[in-house]
């Protein structure tokens, strides 16, 4: 079964710290995005990686394709920082479930000031 | 160059009404994408269309679900009869291609079922 999984489901910091979140897929895939959600608000696209590394301001993910991980990191949160992260991915090519994403749970980032 | 343009925004339909969820995808993306985000849980996809087409439609509920992208105008995702169940935030995400390409976002459609 194809899967998506993140960690943690809740994270809790405070105003300056760095912040990890993982995660992990069970198969090969074409892209995995990172997306946020504020609550009760839509869903903006943060990174689209296939390979290697990509920076936007504060945020950074990455992508290890042979151990089926990536990790978002954001560095000198803000409580602006507060939202769901989410993780999905792009299977890779084949017949028509290349096109869909598949998400992970989500994160729960609440950053105090 | 507006976003993907996602209403009503909010939408309250009675059990038993139908509830039309309207979708226009971004100037130049050809490939509209329907998800659903029930409460407390993660985002599932439901259906994937091109113009005039059905891609993939594995996440649709068998009945009472029915989604279109016309050559003209809005991607609809229609639901008939609705259940209390049916409450949800339905968004929409389109992107100009299937492959190497990112997803845009609509804002969503929060469904109540009363």
């Not at chain 2, 291609?97 to 804002?107: E, L, M, N, P, Q």
Request: glycine content about 10%; charged content about 20%; hydrophobic content about 35%.
């Amino acid at each position: 079964k194809n899967e998506v999984e993140q960690s943690p489901q809740n994270l809790t910091a405070q105003e300056g710290e760095f912040i990890t979140i993982n995660c992990s897929y069970s198969v090969g895939i074409s892209a995995l995005h990172w997306l946020q959600q504020h609550p009760g608000g839509g869903i903006v696209s943060l990174f689209m990686l296939s390979s290697g590394k990509k920076k936007h301001g504060r945020l950074i993910a990455t992508i290890n394709i042979q151990e089926k991980h990536s990790s978002l990191h954001i560095t000198a949160s803000h409580p602006r920082d507060s939202a769901v992260y989410i993780c999905a991915v792009r299977w890779s090519a084949g017949g028509t479930s290349y096109g869909k994403l598949t998400f992970g749970q989500g994160t729960i980032l609440t950053v105090h000031p | 160059n507006a976003g993907v343009m996602q209403n009503p925004r909010h939408l309250v339909r009675r059990r038993g009404q139908e509830a039309r969820l309207r979708c226009s995808p971004m100037k130049g993306h050809s490939h509209v994408y329907w998800y659903r985000q029930l409460p407390e849980e993660g985002l599932k996809f439901m259906v994937y269309l091109q113009k005039e087409n059905i891609i993939d439609e594995s996440g649709m509920p068998k009945e009472r679900f029915s989604a279109e992208f016309p050559k003209e105008g809005p991607s609809i995702l229609r639901i008939q009869q609705v259940v209390r169940g049916d409450s949800a935030a339905y968004f929409c995400a389109s992107s100009p291609g299937a492959d190497r390409y990112g997803y845009t976002f609509g804002s969503g459609t929060r469904l109540t079922v009363v």
